[in-house]
């Protein structure tokens, strides 16, 4: 059964930096997209970055400039590195495991990120 989690969430003054992880294990998916949610309080979880296996990357206009996302097949990994951080960017964030061999997309439990002002 393949497991997602993610990690390096935290409180960041508005400005400041953070650098999320995401790892899936329990079985080897080839050609799987990842990609990162998040969900703030009171709203609907929203897409903020995707990267292919082949690594073609897109983002949501609200972090685009801001956010990278890069990930190492090798290492089953993907990493969203967040600058220039806003409270809006407040939200737990949530990996996506997507591939055409998995019956449906796998989730992650989420971190919590939290932006002060």
């Known amino acids: 059964q393949v497991q997602v989690v993610e990690s390096g969430g935290g409180l960041v003054q508005a400005g400041g930096s953070l650098r999320l992880s995401c790892t899936y294990s329990g079985a080897s998916v080839a050609a799987a997209t990842m990609a990162w949610y998040r969900q703030a309080p009171g709203k609907q979880r929203e897409f903020v970055a995707h990267?292919?296996?082949?690594?073609?990357?897109d983002y949501a206009d609200s972090v685009h400039d801001r956010f990278t996302v890069s990930r190492h097949n090798g290492k089953n990994t993907m990493w969203l590195e967040m600058n220039s951080l806003k409270p809006e960017d407040t939200a737990v964030y949530y990996c996506?495991?997507?591939?055409?061999?998995?019956?449906?997309?796998?989730w992650g439990q989420g971190t919590q990120v939290t932006v002060s002002s």
């Open positions: 996506k495991l997507s591939s055409q061999w998995l019956p449906r997309p796998v």
């Open positions: 990267v292919t296996s082949g690594g073609t990357t």
